[in-house]
């Protein structure tokens, strides 16, 4: 009985794939991260101009998604395609210092 | 969404120009460390190990965020093309969950099942949470039940309204917009300790005896699921059998 379950654990172990990377990691990161353009060449806004609603509803239709950001009664939208360009804004929202990621 | 703030410093990001797992990779200027943009964490250097807190943010059509936010201010910039960046409920109900949580430790509940269970009582980690989902603007949330002393438990309110000008003008929302009959839909929930019933967008209590409370906020981002499954290979999925 022993010997059949030992054999079943053993199987068992055969079978199990190989365990995945864990991501996240230095050693991942070093692993499979690649270089595709120089450090800062993709451009990042910080401290961006903004418009009030009124204004930005002349650029924005209603179906256009936004990220909305809601901190203290402060209240901040990203449009997706804005930030599709962009990727990172680096900004101030109430007392708060924000970044913004997309 | 981040708070910048760390340990009393600010701090300004950059963009690496490194490509990690799909995902762009953010250095901060003062120490030059490396922070992946999906978690928040710094995976290399000085600040490695650091963790940025994250800030609720939502995913919603500008219409809507406008005439909830009228005095709202707005980024304006080049407006990149052929993006997924206007609305189009189909393709977020079939593609989208909710991730609820932060960090590594979160749950993904599919579009497609909170289009069918649009208030879900449930548990994320030991805390309990009611998920919700305003399937009209595909806006999903996720609340916690604990208002101080009490648990509360909720109920969806269903109420049949005709589908707006503004839906049936669309093309590229879903057919049934189109339809004539009135639609079933939610946009409120009742608790079943008091019988309040609460906006299911923001938390809110709108009536009755808790009216002016609102329920804590959990941090829950709107993503593409295959993306989510990428990045969060051990995270738990919450879906329709079927379709997932």
Redesign the interface.
């Known amino acids: 009985m022993i010997l059949l379950c030992t054999s079943i654990l053993a199987l068992t172990a055969a079978q199990e794939p190989d365990t ?1 990377p864990e ?4 050693a ?3 692993a ?15 401290l ?1 101009e ?4 009124k ?3 002349e ?13 203290d009664g402060e ?8 930030m ?7 900004d101030v929202c109430g007392d ?6 997309w | ?5 760390l340990d009393g410093e ?12 799909n995902s ?4 901060d200027k003062g120490s030059e460390s ?1 922070w ?2 999906v ?1 928040g ?1 710094a ?2 250097g000085p600040k ?1 190990g650091s963790q ?1 807190r994250f ?12 005439t909830e ?13 052929g ?5 189009n409920l189909p393709q977020r109900l079939a593609s989208y969950g909710l991730s609820v949580g932060e960090g ?1 430790n979160v749950t993904l509940f599919r579009y497609a099942l909170l289009s069918q269970v649009p208030v879900l009582n449930t548990q994320v980690g030991e805390e309990p949470v009611v998920v919700t989902f305003a399937e009209e603007i595909a806006l999903g949330a996720a609340f916690s039940t604990q208002l101080g002393e009490r648990k509360l438990h909720f109920d969806p309110i269903l109420v049949l309204s005709k589908p707006s000008a ?1 839906s049936e003008s ?1 093309s ?1 929302l879903p057919s049934k917009s189109a339809a004539v009959v009135p639609q079933p839909t939610v946009s409120t929930m009742r608790d079943s300790e008091t019988g309040s019933v609460w906006d299911i967008r923001n938390g809110r209590c709108l009536r009755g005896p808790l009216a002016g409370e609102r329920l804590k906020p959990l941090t829950a981002t709107a993503w593409l699921g295959k993306r989510w499954v990428h ?1 969060f ?1 051990e995270g738990k999925v919450v879906g329709l059998p079927k379709a997932d």
């Open positions: 995945p991501i996240f990691t230095e991942d990161y070093d499979v991260a690649e270089q595709v353009m120089p450090r800062d060449a993709f451009p990042v806004l910080t961006p903004l418009v009030d609603a204004t930005g509803s650029t924005l239709g209603d179906e256009e998604l936004v990220i909305g950001l809601n901190l209240t901040r939208a990203y449009p997706l395609r804005v599709g360009g962009v990727e990172l804004v680096n708060l210092a924000t970044a913004v990621s | 969404m981040y708070d910048r703030s600010t701090l300004t990001f950059g963009h690496e120009g490194v490509l990690y797992r762009f990779v953010m250095y490396l992946v943009h978690t964490e995976i290399k490695k940025l800030l609720p943010s939502v995913i919603v059509p500008w219409g809507f965020w406008r936010h009228p005095e709202t201010t707005v980024l304006l910039g080049k407006m990149v093309e993006f997924m960046g206007s609305f590594r503004a669309k590229e990045f290979p």
